[in-house]
């Protein structure tokens, strides 16, 4: 194939797992990544799965497959087509994905038990969360012809919000995750490792009230029944514009809503305030 032909037909989410690079964010026809060339904490990369390019807004170049390695590898073109020979062409975009868009994530689940793989113990201990592992699970799943293992935290459609070291994916349907201990107060979280810090903070309390997780904000929509019955709701969201503009939204919907996200104010999160205590 020549330079056109590898663009328009190796698949460009093929290419980024190829260097264990994987969506943040995603929804059917594009994801957010983090970018190629830097680190940083929001994810800047914007990939369409239908065009088979990428656009980061940091810094407002586009990318291709080819490209896409010339930045990760710092290579020449004739390098880059080198590197994606070697991927195989087992993995070109079939005619149906290119006009019907990327297909629903297939994966296998082969094993799941009790955290013990030293890098998943590590990243725990990491992010000062390891005594609460009783709330989560080490997953090893095969996806999109690899095999991969992570931390794996159930939601309330089945689906598993699968966190490790170097990525975030959900298997199978994203959904909230609410634990009920029977209270009349939730206390409402972003993602898990939030509400894992803050099990080691309560036991400290010995505090008690109901738990949701929303493992994206953009499912704050599938909560809201489920906290019209609370008489009060206190909210841990990140201190980025996305957990604001949610806080603010949470404000004006419900009654008895407190934003304490003061108690980590100058932290992204409150993992990250944690991490950061002595």
Known sequence: ???????????????????????????????????????????????????????????????????IVQTINRCSVSDALKYLGKLGFSHERTEKNSKEGPQTLTYEVSKIHEITHPALVR??????????????????????????????????????????????????????????????????????????????????KDSNSDYLILNSTAMLYKAEKKLNRYNKISLFLDNDSNGKMTTEKMIIKYENVEDCSLIYKGFKDLNEWFCQKK
């Open 123 to 204: 990243y725990l201990t990491e992010r000062k969360v390891h005594k609460q592992s009783h709330f989560i699970k080490e997953i090893h799943f095969r996806l999109r012809w690899k095999n991969y293992f992570g931390i794996g935290f159930l939601n309330d459609s089945g689906g598993i919000e699968i966190r490790n070291q170097y990525f975030k994916i959900c298997l199978g349907d994203k959904d909230v995750t609410l634990i009920e201990n029977k209270a009349d107060e939730v206390a409402v979280f972003e993602g898990f490792f939030d509400f894992l810090t803050y099990m080691n903070i309560e036991n400290e």
């Open 1 to 67: 194939m020549n330079c056109e032909e590898i663009k328009k037909n190796i698949e460009i989410r093929t290419v980024l797992e190829s260097f264990n690079l994987f969506p943040v964010k995603e929804n059917l026809r594009t994801a957010f990544y983090f970018a190629l060339d830097r680190e940083e904490k929001i994810p800047s990369l914007s990939v369409d799965f239908i065009k088979n390019k990428a656009f980061d807004f940091g810094t407002g170049k586009s990318y291709d497959v080819i490209s």
